[in-house]
């Protein structure tokens, strides 16, 4: 199945709607891309028909319901539903992935709710989630009917973050396809270990340089040089698709944790010791986690049996 085709038309086209197109649908349909791509954000906390907001009434009280950053929206059920300004398309997944080596991201909006998290690799055949009417809507139904809006809204940015027509893409004529950007383990050298969902990377070690794409939870990238500046640590990396730049940690939060490359790839000999009345049993090589906590170096002996 593919984003748009016999389930689903188009509601509103790309010339008219500018950034994206409107898919119509059966409310509470799966939603699939086609091809193969990485997830790369997930918003899952809004509740399907009680948190949709009629577009008309936030046109008309945008100003009243700002709060900062946020909106204190009143939706089409009278409930009033805090909306973060870059989550008023509701309930969300993006997803990136690769067409002719240019990175692209797709991103469909207004969910019921989700079913995926941010790192999966998901594929044609991955329900990312359900069609849905959270966030800002407009219908002619009844606000009463649990439908009300309901439709898919899909972005998709090239790599350069500009919008593109979204139509081949949810048609499935354009396919997307999935290449790990991360480096693989490699204990012999010393790597960062991405702990925040996702961190630019930049041309120069300075936050106003390029930006030239993101790293995400759980890559790893061996560090090819670092700059330590007030703010933050910032470590030079080459992904697998030969990307060349900097990532930063900040020195507040850990974003980042660096993995020392261990001081020999063999592990050391273990030392022939009997202690009379113990047996040795196993030197510790890192600190880990076993079934016991050792700091390295650490031995643990046993009580041999009396014999
Ligand atoms: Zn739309």
């Not at 972005?155 to 999935?178: D, I, W």
Request: hydrophobic fraction near 30%; include cysteine; charge should be negative.
């Amino acid at each position: 199945m593919i984003l748009l085709g016999s389930e689903r038309s188009v509601t509103q086209n790309y010339a008219t709607h500018k950034t994206a197109e409107d898919y119509s649908g059966s409310h509470l349909s799966p939603i699939k891309i086609s091809g193969t791509g990485k997830v790369t954000r997930v918003v899952n906390h809004y509740q399907v028909h009680e948190d949709s907001i009629n577009y008309n009434d936030y046109l008309k009280n945008q100003y009243n319901w700002r709060d900062g950053d946020y909106y204190n929206c009143v939706s089409i059920t009278g409930k009033t539903v805090r909306f973060h300004k870059n989550e008023l398309g509701g309930n969300c997944v993006e997803v990136e992935g690769y067409i002719g080596g240019e990175l692209y991201h797709y991103t469909m909006f207004h969910m019921a709710s989700t079913n995926v998290q941010v790192g999966d690799i998901v594929n044609s055949d991955t329900i990312l989630g359900y069609q849905g009417n959270t966030g800002l809507v407009d219908s002619s139904k009844s606000r009463t009917d649990i439908t009300y809006g309901t439709h898919v809204h899909m972005e998709v940015k090239n790599g350069s973050g500009q919008f593109v027509n979204p139509r081949a893409f949810a048609l499935g004529e354009e396919v997307l396809t999935y290449v790990e950007q991360t480096n693989a383990v490699d204990t012999s050298q010393d790597q960062i270990y991405i702990l925040a969902d996702k961190v630019n990377i930049r041309e120069q070690p300075t936050v106003d340089s390029k930006d030239l794409g993101d790293v995400y939870h759980q890559e790893i990238y061996t560090i090819l040089d670092t700059k330590d500046d007030v703010s933050y640590t910032w470590y030079k990396i080459k992904t697998n698709l030969d990307l060349i730049g900097w990532v930063a940690s900040s020195k507040e939060e850990q974003w980042i944790e660096v993995r020392k490359k261990e001081q020999s790839s063999v592990p050391p000999e273990e030392p022939a010791v009997d202690l009379g009345e113990y047996l040795h049993l196993f030197t510790c090589p890192k600190t880990d986690t076993y079934y016991l906590t050792l700091q390295e170096g650490e031995s643990l002996y046993i009580k041999k049996k009396n014999t």
